[in-house]
C-alpha cells in the first residue's frame, strides 16, 4: 500500500476510468478542448505577429555598420544634414574604407502613398535616396529581379516586401513621386530586413524632386569592425561641427520595433487572457461534471482502499491532459493558418509601412501549450478537491 | 455466542456503538448503544426494515464511517480510530465490499475489475492474474473474464462483485444487500455461493439483507430495530 510504484499504479488505474469515461462525457470534453485550443491559437497567433515584426528588425542590422542623425532626432523623418556635415561623417575614423572612397552613404528619406493590394487603401510606403555604398552598409543586399537604377536618372527599385504588399511596384510599370512618374526598373532582396519594405533611388534625384538642395536626413557607416563603433561615435560627438547622435544599426532597428512588438504583445497577451479565464470555467465545468458523473465510481475505489491523493492526481493528470490536447490544436491551428503569412503593417517610429511574415516559431508553441497546460490544471483542481473529500459512505447511498 | 463483548476471541468487536446523523437541526439516531461480536469464520445475516441503520453498521464495521460513540475493533486494530489514510490502507488489507448495485467499473472488464483491489497490493502483474483467474473460478465466471459489465446478467455481475470482494483474501466480507437487485433465482444463486465461500473456504461474512431466503443460508441472523441487535425478528 506504501511505496511510490504501487501508488503510481493506483493513479494509473483512476487516470485510465477518467480517460475511458471521456467517450460518455463527449460535449463537455469537446467544449474544453475546443476552448483551449482557441485561447492558444489566438494567443500564438497574435504573438507570432509580434515574432514576425521583431524578426524583420532584428535581421535589418548588423553591429558592424551604424547610422547618425541629428541629435534629438528619433528616426530619420525629423532628422537633417548638409552635404558638409556627411562628409565629415564619412571622413570619420572607424569608417570602412574602400578603394572609392568611405563606406558611407548619406540619405534621404520621404514618404509616398501607394494602394496596399490587399485593401486597395492608401497606405505610407518610404521612398529612399540612396548613395552607392548604401549597398555595402547594408547586409545581403541582392538584385532579384530586373536591374539597378541608373545613377542621376529617374528610375527607382522596390523592396521585394514593398513589391509583394502594394499595387503598381513591379518592373515595368510606373510609380507618381511628385509631379513626376518614374519606372520601376528592379526588386531587391535583404534577407528579410526593413529595406525589403522601401523604394530607393538615386539621393541626387530625390533631392531635386523634393527640392531638398543639397540636404540628407541620415548618414550609414560600414565600420571597420563592431568594435570601432566607440571609435567613431566618440569622434563624431566631440566634433563641435556637428550635433549628431550615433546609434548601431542592430540597435536602431530594435528600438524601432519596441513600441510595436510591445503594443501586438500586450494586446495578444490581453485577448488571450479574457479568453483564458473563459476556458478555466469550461475546464471547470467539465471536471465538476466528471467527478460528478463518477461519484459512485470514485467512491467505490474509495471503498476499496485507493486513496484521496491518488483520486486527486488522477483527475489533475486528466484535465491536463484534454487541456494540453487543446492547446497542441490550437498551436497546430495557428502554425497552419498564420507562420509564414505575409502582411505589413505601420511602424509607429517611422510612421511608415514594414512587410513581414507571422513567424509561429518553436518558443511560442511550447509558450502556448504552458498556457494551456495552467489552463487545465486551474481548472482541474477545485473538482479533484471536492472528489477527494467526498464522504464515501455518503458517495456510496447516491444512485 | 452471547451479544454482551465478553467473547475476546471474536474477530469483529462493535462495542457501545452510537451513530447520530445530522439533519439541518434535527438529530438522527440510527444506533445506539450497540454490542455485536463476530467470531472469525462465522456467515451472519443482518435484517431489519429499511431505515433501521444496516447499512450504517456496515459502514462502521467495514471502516467507510466513524461512529458518534462506542468502539469498532476488527481483528484487534480499532477501527474508529485510525486516520483517513490509513483507513484506506486498512480497508484495503482486511475489507471486501460486496454492492447491491455491484458498481462495477463499466469501462473494464470483468477481469480488469477483479484485479482492481489487488492494485493496492504488492503482487507482480502475474501473480495478480493468478488471484484473479482463482477468484474468477471461485465464483464461477472464468468464461466471462474477458467480457464487459453490461453484457453480463445481474446474477453474473454480482458473482463479478463478489470476485472482487475475495479476490485479496480479505479478513471480512461485507456484503449490503447482495440479492436485493436480483430475481429469486438468480438471488438463491448469490445466497449458495456466499454460503459456499464461507463453508469450504472459510470466509468470514457479514451480510446485510432483506431476504427472506438469507437466514436458511446463514450461520447466525441478527435484527437491527430502533438502534438496537436482537436475535429474534420483531413481532
Ligand atoms: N449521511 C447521512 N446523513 C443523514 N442521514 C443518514 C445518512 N446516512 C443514513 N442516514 C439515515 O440513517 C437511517 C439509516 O439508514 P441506513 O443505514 O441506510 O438504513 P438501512 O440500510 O437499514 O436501510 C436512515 O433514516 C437514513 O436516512
Ligand atoms: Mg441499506
Redesign the interface.
Known sequence: MTGPLHWILQVGAITKFGLLSIPQRRGAVTATVIGVAGVVAVLVGVLSIAAGFQKVMAVSGSPDSAIVLRSGADSEMVSGFGRDQTRVIGDAPGVARNDRGPLSSAELFVIINLPKRATGLDANVPLRGIESAAWQVRDDMQIVQGRMFEWGKDEVIVGSGAAREFAGLNVGSKIKVGRYEWPVVGVFSAKGGVPESEIWSDAKVLQAAYNRGDSFQSVRVRLNSPGAFQEFKDSLTSNPQLNVKVIRQSDYYVEQSETLTRLIATLGFLIAFLMAIGAVFSALNTMYSAVAARTREIATLRALGFGSGAVVVSLLIEALLLAVVGGVIGGSLAYLAFNNLHTSTMNFQSFSQVAFAFQVTPRLLVRGVVWAAVIGLIGGLFPAIRAARLPVALALREL | MNESGTDNGALVHVDGVGKVFHRGSEDIHVLTDLHLQVPAGEFLALMGPSGSGK??LL?LI?G??RPTEGSVTIAGESVHQLS??RL??????H?G?V?Q?Y?L????TTERNVE??L????LSKSERKKHVAAALAMVGLSHRAGHYPRTLSGGEQQRAGIA?GIVTDPTLLLCDEPTGDLDRKAGDEILKLLHALNREHGKTIIMVTHDPHAPARAARTVYLNKGQLSSEPLA
Open positions: 447499512t450504517t459502514n467495514g467507510l464511517d483517513d489514510r484506506a490502507g486498512w480497508r484495503a488489507r475489507i465490499f454492492f448495485l458498481n467499473m463499466p469501462t473494464l482492481l483491489p492494485l493496492l497490493t504488492h472482487r
